[in-house]
């Protein structure tokens, strides 16, 4: 089915580990976008890029890192896990830009002890 | 600094009791109004986008509508299926690289 994929579903890390969240998505959209979602505070933009090879920061960046090799795949690295990194990521892609008709993935859960 | 302010926080119905949720923006020089439907464990789910005052657009039981201040998701005679979180975002026309969301409101509709 087309859509976003994002895997894994479910991850524990423990401080100071890095890892690396899978974002795929096969409807070739140009625009995808990694946000942080916590109780309480809304979705928060951490990265963003407008095709393949171009990445920007977006609101809450620190301790993340990005690339876009090919339009399919944007995958975002925790380069040092925190607590403070706890929350549940969505990565989202669209065919327009910003926010119009975003696709949403179903989301990674994050428990960083 | 640019809010999204979304009221109430959360809302029951009786399935067939119409009611209206509310996003308040902040922002001067909206360039867009979007609405986003969110279900336990999955992500969100995209519904409008609107863009000047005075729009309106409608999907099923929902309706949303957009005045220079606010905008008013309506849901007519709810069904238990539309319970969810109901997300609103604005983007700004002069820092279109930051889409800002509301906390949302959470709906429950009883049969």
């Known amino acids: 089915n087309a859509g976003v994929t994002q895997t894994p579903k479910f991850q524990v890390l423990k401080t100071g580990q890095s890892m690396t969240l899978q974002c795929a998505q096969d409807m070739n959209h140009e625009y995808m976008s990694w946000y942080r979602q916590d109780p309480g505070m809304g979705l928060r933009l951490i990265h963003y890029?407008?095709?393949?090879?171009?990445?920007d920061q977006g609101e809450v960046p620190n301790g993340y890192n990005v690339s876009r090799s090919t339009t399919e795949d944007f995958p975002l690295r925790l380069l040092s896990a925190a607590p403070s990194q706890t929350s549940v990521y969505f990565c989202?892609?669209?065919?327009?830009?910003?926010?119009?008709?975003?696709?949403f993935g179903s989301g990674t859960r994050l428990t960083v002890v | 600094e640019d809010q999204v302010t979304q009221s109430p926080e959360a809302l029951r119905l009786q399935e067939g009791e119409s009611s209206s949720l509310n996003c308040s923006y902040t922002v001067s020089g909206l360039r867009g109004l979007f609405w986003y439907r969110q279900d336990p464990g999955k992500g969100p789910e995209f519904l409008f986008t609107l863009y000047s005052a005075g729009e309106e657009k409608e999907k099923e039981r929902l309706k949303a509508t957009l005045t220079k201040k606010e905008s008013f998701l309506h849901i007519t005679a709810p069904k238990p299926e539309d319970s969810a979180t109901y997300l609103c975002?604005?983007?700004?026309?002069?820092?279109?690289?930051?889409?800002?969301f509301g906390t949302g409101t959470r709906l429950q509709v009883f049969p």
């Open positions: 890029s407008v095709g393949a090879g171009i990445t």
């Open positions: 975002a604005e983007l700004n026309r002069y820092n279109t690289d930051k889409l800002i």
């Open positions: 989202a892609s669209s065919y327009e830009g910003q926010g119009y008709g975003y696709t």
